[in-house]
């Protein structure tokens, strides 16, 4: 009865107000349909978390009690196949696995010693490198990357060949995650890539890599005057911060030849780390390059002259406080003021006696 | 009866936790673990242990917190030893001003743990 009238009262409305209530209908449906759906699949995630925390504790509990089962006496060589074996068998499932593979991970990261080494084993022994592989065979580069941080975590060395092959993928991030495999796995001796690297080092990657080598311990900083010389400004780029982190040296003729690098950011960075070093005989190089450099370089190469300060740079300051660039005529007083004490100090005049123009007239 | 060592570990990464848990126990210390700094400064005000054991970086209240808790507002002497990890040099030497007995870089060999806490609680009696 209530439907018939209903379906009166609808036949009689316009052709437009039954569109909009047909419309009303639909939607009114989607939603419950979308309540309903979205209801079922929170309580699945809440499940799967349940499932996860419960599975996390058990494995957590069992890869304990495996690693350090084996130097405990207390625990026997048939309850250690026990444990091995049950982790053996979750391993199949894709969902166990991760958890696995979560904790195995934690350990690396806070643990050192004999202990690490057994982590790394139990990881291998339990075929979990061979599905990291796997995950390097998949058509999504996300799960590719997924698959070369996990064998990273692991300092997996024995998958270098394979993960090698990526080294020149056509996607920027998979080259980064391999970069820093051989970072993090190699230390110094995996920086190679960068003798024939064609893409783009970004900063952040610069430094990540930095972050990465900085825990190869006992390494031997190896010659980099090649990357120095590289067409990839990045990788000089790089270069040149190992050159200053490292106190690099040797490398100081590659450095000065910087100094005329077709990249004004690669030209200030080598005379901010000539400067560094400690390295005089750029002095004269900056000196004479002065005025044919942007006003951004030209800072820098004040700053290093100040840095190299000597009374034959009197003329060179002198000229320079009538600079159109206030930053520079600062840095030339500053410089000037300074060259007032070395000569006061060599004369050994009471500085109440020297005058600046004393300093000035000495040219 | 001999009575064990006790510790409270402040340790916000719960498979650490676990892990030095059931290597500490195993060595004969009886352990309680806080997973945060809030929680840890309840278990050394209920169980005043012998040695504490706390992570710089945690939730609620730092390992920081919980040194300066202890021996300012509690006034323990109990031997506090941090954990830190790389970059957190700076932390490390503030921890030290307010109390921190000694510390260890993370990662770490649990062995090198036991040896610290053996070396701090070498004069506890233990009976």
């Keep these: ?363 | 009866m001999n009575r064990p060592i006790t510790i409270v570990l402040a340790e916000d990464n719960p498979v650490f936790a676990s892990l030095l848990k059931f290597k500490l126990e195993k060595e004969g210390y009886e352990l309680y673990i806080a997973a945060n700094g809030q929680m840890a400064i309840e278990l050394i005000r209920n169980y005043e242990p012998d040695i504490v054991l706390t992570d710089i970086m945690m939730p609620f209240l730092s390992g920081l917190e919980v040194t300066s808790y202890v021996r300012q507002t509690l006034k323990m002497d109990v031997p506090i030893i941090v954990f830190s990890a790389a970059g957190q040099e700076k932390m490390v030497l503030e921890a030290f001003s307010l109390g921190a007995t000694d510390f260890m870089g993370k990662p770490f060999n649990p062995n090198e743990l036991v040896i610290r806490i053996k070396k701090e609680t070498i004069a506890i009696p233990v009976f």
């Design chain 1, 1 to 363: 009865m209530i439907v018939k009238s209903l379906y009166e009262l609808f036949a009689q409305l316009s052709p437009l107000l039954r569109l909009m209530v047909i419309i009303t209908i639909i939607l009114a449906i989607v939603v419950a349909f979308l309540n309903i759906y979205l209801r079922i699949l929170r309580g699945q995630l809440r499940q799967n978390e349940q499932n996860q925390l419960k599975f996390k504790s058990v494995y957590d509990e069992l890869i304990i009690q495996y690693l350090l089962g084996e130097s405990d006496p207390d625990t026997s060589n048939e309850e250690q196949k026990i444990i091995f074996n049950r982790l053996n068998g979750e391993t199949t499932v894709k969902f166990k696995r991760v958890i696995l593979v979560s904790t195995l991970i934690d350990l690396h990261r806070n643990i050192t010693g004999d202990l690490l080494d057994k982590v790394r084993k139990l990881y291998d022994d339990l075929g979990l490198s061979h599905y990291a592989l796997k995950k390097l065979k998949n058509w999504h580069w996300t799960t590719i990357i997924h698959g070369i941080n996990e064998l990273t975590e692991m300092q997996n060395r024995e998958v270098s060949g394979e993960i090698d092959d990526f080294i020149s993928h056509k996607r920027i991030e998979i080259q980064a995650a391999v970069q820093l495999y051989k970072a993090n796995v190699f230390g110094f001796a995996g920086l190679t890539f960068l003798n024939d690297l064609k893409g783009k080092i970004s900063e952040w990657q610069q430094i990540q890599l930095l972050e990465s080598i900085r825990h190869s311990e006992g390494q031997m900083v190896p010659d980099i005057t090649e990357w120095l010389h590289s067409n990839n400004s990045s990788v000089v780029s790089f270069a040149l911060k190992l050159t200053e982190i490292y106190n690099l040296l040797d490398v100081k003729d590659s450095l000065i030849l910087l100094l005329k690098h077709r990249e004004i950011g690669i030209r200030i960075k080598a005379t901010s780390v000539l400067a560094h070093l400690g390295i005089y005989e750029c002095k004269d190089i900056l000196k004479m390059c002065f005025d044919r450099r942007e006003v951004i370089e030209q800072v820098a190469i004040v700053r290093t002259v100040t840095q190299f300060l000597d009374l034959d740079d009197l003329t060179f300051f002198k000229r320079l406080t009538t600079h159109g660039e206030f930053i520079i005529r600062k840095e030339s007083i500053q410089a000037l003021e300074k060259l007032e004490r070395m000569v006061v100090a060599r004369n050994r005049i009471p500085k109440k006696q020297a005058k600046p123009d004393q300093i000035l007239q000495l040219e």
